[in-house]
């Protein structure tokens, strides 16, 4: 990367639960032994990132850094399209993170350090690197504008989790809350009647604990859901897990730790490009990268390569 880059970083201050305000200086200051020149903001409510990143990007800048989770860099890579469109605003534009937050999962999929100095050292010296995204179409009823995802995408008892933990503080959240959450959800949560389509023809109907359209392997906090997935091969890790009581959620759940759950004969994995999914039940949760957003039903369509990424 050049010095005549033009250079902006994105930072929630409410990432890490709420450490990344306190430290900003020292984030800085790091940053400023790589980049001599660069700009930042602070985002100050949800979503705004989003547009933020858009206008820079029409402003000519080349590489945009966030400072954050998975929230930030989900937010940040739907600011590389226009919304509703397929192609990236700026194509030569690229994305690098900065972890600093609870989860960072898909950084933490990638098994890249999380340390400050050598993320931004990283970022300055790796080569673009071509990852593909998750779009989410909603169908139906819904009027909500279509949205992009890099990591993991799901419905059912994780979507749930999420959702319940939308109103914790940002201080409080990490993978115990994600955990204690699952913990609670699971004392009155019921399995939904679901029916997924995939791009294939391939017709999938039962009741489903979890529905996860992966594009990177891990979530909530480091659980493996999908240990197979590649974040460049064009292609989603769909997996299905049957529905489960109660006993046997919290016996297996080790073994999303482990990323031993794909080893369960209640669980599926399959490949796709595409899928739809459809419920019988009403108001059945969406999550992507860790935010709550919509509901059933919904097409996903795996966009190959469409992301430069510097991470």
């Known amino acids: 990367m050049t010095e005549s880059c033009r250079v902006h970083l994105v930072v929630n201050p409410l990432s890490a639960r709420g450490r990344t305000a306190d430290r900003w200086e020292i984030i800085r200051e ?12 602070f985002t100050e409510r949800p979503r705004q990132a989003t547009q933020i990143v858009r206008e820079l990007l029409r402003d000519g800048f080349d590489l945009i850094i966030g400072v954050g989770g998975d929230g930030t860099l989900n937010e940040i890579a739907n600011g590389f399209f226009n919304e509703g469109e397929h192609r990236a605003i700026n194509d030569d534009a690229s994305l690098g993170m900065i972890p600093s937050g609870t989860g960072s999962d898909f950084i933490r999929g990638l098994k890249i ?21 998750g779009r989410i179409k909603y169908l139906g009823s819904q009027a909500s504008p279509p949205r992009y995802f890099v990591n993991v995408a799901d419905f059912g008892i994780g979507a749930e989790v999420v959702r319940r933990l939308e109103n914790t503080p940002a201080r409080k959240r990490g993978v115990l809350a994600y955990y204690s959450g699952l913990l609670s959800t699971i004392r009155n949560f019921s399995s939904s ?9 391939e017709i999938l109907e039962g009741r489903f604990l979890i529905g996860a359209v992966a594009n990177g392997g891990v ?57 739809e999914v459809f419920c019988k039940d009403d108001a059945v949760s969406l999550e992507f990268d860790g935010e709550p957003g ?8 795996c966009l190959p390569r469409c992301l430069n990424i510097r991470i």
Request: proline share 7%.
């Open 30 to 41: 790091a940053v400023r032994q790589y980049y001599h020149e660069f700009k930042f903001v």
């Open 113 to 133: 350090p999380r340390d400050l100095r050598a993320s931004i050292q990283r970022i300055k010296h790796a080569s673009p690197r071509l990852i593909d995204a």
């Open 193 to 201: 009647h679901i029916r997924v389509e995939t791009g294939d023809g």
């Open 219 to 275: 979530f909530g906090g480091g659980m493996i859901i999908a240990p197979d997935a590649r974040p460049d091969d064009g292609c989603f890790d769909l997996v299905l897990v049957d529905d489960m009581s109660p006993l046997s959620i919290v016996r297996h759940s080790v073994r999303l730790f482990t990323g031993t759950i794909h080893k369960r004969p209640e669980v599926r994995i399959l490949r796709c490009k595409s899928l």
């Open 294 to 301: 919509g509901t059933l039903p919904a097409r996903f369509e």
